[in-house]
């Protein structure tokens, strides 16, 4: 993980962005793989949420319930 952060600020470096600018990117790049992740994880919860609503409304009806 470091090699690949040290690959990366060589390339941010190389094409001209200046130190400042790389902890911007840098920042901006692991806060967005974050959200990736967190969005991931809800897109899984919304789903099984679903599942678990549409078994509800598609069993018999118990006058138990």
Known sequence: DDLHR?????????SGVNLA????????EARNTALESDNSQ???????????QSLRTN???????
């Open 6 to 14: 040290l690959g990366r600020i060589a390339e941010l470096l190389a």
């Open 21 to 28: 600018g790389v902890s911007q990117i840098l920042g901006l």
């Open 42 to 52: 809800l897109e899984s919860d919304n789903a099984e949420l679903r599942s678990r």
């Open 59 to 65: 069993r018999p009806h118990n006058e138990n319930d």
